[in-house]
């Protein structure tokens, strides 16, 4: 019969780390070194092993784990270069470094599953004492799991990427989600024909006449997370090297892509396994252009007039870069095919081919992207009011690296992950109290005449 597990306190569970420093550690360490011939390396899998022991020694729960992390705000890495390096030896050499933060696909921490009694076994103790990364860890990379990238680091890949993020960038109503789905209440709010907000009506009424009740219709805007992720991989040779020749490239790779992929479904999305996009939402306005394959002037105050009043002081224009020379060659006659000399109208005349184009339309400022549909189609150009256009973040950015898919290419396979939904905030465009045309905070021309 095993003999009963002893659980101990604190003090002599803390007392019993002290122990094994001299013992464990020491071999561990010596054992090791011998056989790495990496410079770099060594002194890394030294700190692994001394940080996993006072790891140990005050466990705490994936929490704290996170607060701690945001509070060092780089986890205690120096750079990010070093935060990559330590993802690859979790995964090629089997070793965590205890600094890393590893999130599952429901954005919790993974911990070692061990039971109260178990961790005061030597040989579990032990175990993580040497800095083995857990089951939970190596069963295989997570589809939506992966290592938290800290504030610092975030921040520095989140600027990045912003630069060229348009829905993020310009206004979006941000809100953090807690768990998968998140329930935002919205009013329906469609038309002001006889009341305001789905419901709400106003009465003149005699001081001593009754009066009338009367309340808003409310509704629930439901976002639900879905995973965006994207794939690169780097030379093994690469970080042998140096880790700081990885950081540039895992920086500008994921910079970049993640906002792209974000702000392409953000504005075109179905809604299905990914955002719904503002062009695809009931609430978007299309105005019917004046020409095929051509934007007029008569477009550009036809879509100016559908925008909600309040809108207008908010938005910005989105463009395809097709559309650009048309807004160069803009002339007033609306059967005019192109400008002619003295009538151009989005361009100063006086100013010829010298200076820079406006920036600005209707006093507006506009955005060329390729992210919208091409000249001719519906979206080409628009102008749309994003604080009306929720993005609810449940995963923030994790990293991870496989070492199984390359493997004869002796390659590694970086992957990021994050969680996210968004769609517009409206169901419906809005009828004014008087006049017949709808409008909205999402207006666009249509695709024919």
Known sequence: MPPETHKLNEEEFEALVKEKVGQVAAEQVKTILEGEKDEYLKPQIEEQI????????????????IIKAKEKGNGGFDTFGKFLSSIFVARHFNLLDPRLVYVDSNGRVAKPNLADNERTHGAEIEKVMQGKIEKVMTEGVDSAGGFLVFEQYWNQIFELGIEDSIVRRNG?????????????????????ASTLYGGVAGYWTEETGSKQSSEPVWGDCKLTAHELSGYTAASNALLADSAMSLEPIIRRLFGTAWPY???????????VGQPLGFLQSGALVTVTRQANNAVRWNDISNIWGRVLPTSRKRGFWIINHEVLPHMIRMVAENAAPAATAGHVIWINPNQGAANQI???IMGRPFIESEKVPALGTQGDIGFYDLSYYLVGDRQPLTIDASTHVYFLNNKTAWRFVIRVDGQPWLQSPLTPRNGTNTLSPFVCLSSTS
């Open 261 to 271: 992929f974000e702000d392409v479904a953000f504005i075109n999305g179905n809604g």
């Open 50 to 65: 001394k940080a996993a022991l006072a790891n140990i020694a005050k466990p705490s729960s994936p929490d704290s784990k």
């Open 358 to 360: 406006p920036g600005t």
């Open 172 to 192: 979006a109503f941000i809100i953090p989600m807690s768990s998968d789905t998140l329930n935002v209440p919205r009013i329906n709010d469609t038309t002001h």
